[in-house]
């Protein structure tokens, strides 16, 4: 396992259009997160799962913003309708609850998707 | 309120020096804290966790104060490597970042 991993890296898009990322976690990871970040700023909490169960979901930007993961396993993030004021990175992380103290609750992210409105 | 506020920097100081970062939040039931570091255009990567009793992990020094909802990190002898943006991490259910503080180390 190499980390956690998030497709597609870039994504243009018109105004209007969906777009959906996905992430894959660390495998024996039960907790996944979504943030979006734009320069200058610290990730911004979205959504996040523990296993196949979404927690929290008030944070959503819109009701143009859903998350799934289905299997408890990858997630996917879908915009649709998309705006320009959505160009930012839209980050992932994973974490173990299981993990020893120590390492519980830390979050391993991935490199992002970056999406670009025109 | 912000739920974790971060002095807005920048912080530019010369090698050597001694930097403190300072962070507070708002829900006094927040469970674990965090530091967390991010280069430029790169994913944030865990620093150190911040313990109740204050722990050090070589140059780096971080203290939790539960009273003050306050935790600060200390950088000793900054090398040019530490130039990055220091994010403050709180868990409540989820996790909350601040909008982080961008360390500049100059020769």
């Known amino acids: ?118 | 309120r912000k739920e974790v506020e971060q002095d807005p920097g920048p912080f530019n100081v010369p090698e050597g020096a001694t930097v403190a970062f300072n962070c507070t939040y708002s829900n006094s039931a927040s469970q674990s804290f965090f530091w967390y570091r991010q280069d430029c255009r790169k994913e944030p990567k865990l620093l150190m966790s911040v313990y109740s009793s204050g722990n050090e992990d070589g140059r780096f020094t971080a203290q939790l104060n539960r009273a003050s909802q306050y935790i600060s990190l200390l950088i000793r002898d900054s090398k040019l490597s530490d130039s990055a943006t220091y994010l403050c991490v709180v868990r409540d259910n989820d996790m909350r970042f601040g909008a982080g503080t961008r360390l500049t180390v100059k020769p």
């Not at chain 1, 909490?45 to 143009?64: H, I, M, P, V």
């Open chain 1, 1 to 118: 396992d190499t980390g956690v991993s998030q497709n597609p890296r870039h994504k243009i898009t018109k105004r209007g259009q969906n777009v959906t990322f996905r992430c894959d976690p660390i495998s024996e990871h039960n907790r996944l997160y979504w943030y979006r970040q734009t320069l200058g700023q610290g990730p911004e909490f979205l959504t996040y799962f523990q296993n196949e169960a979404q927690l929290e979901k008030s944070r959503l930007l819109s009701d143009r913003f859903s998350a799934e993961r289905p299997k408890g396993s990858f997630s996917t993030l879908e915009i649709q309708r998309t705006e320009q004021g959505d160009s930012a990175m839209y980050l992932c992380a994973s974490s173990s609850l299981r993990a020893p103290y120590s390492g519980a609750n830390v979050l391993t992210f991935g490199a992002g998707s970056r999406l670009t409105v025109l």
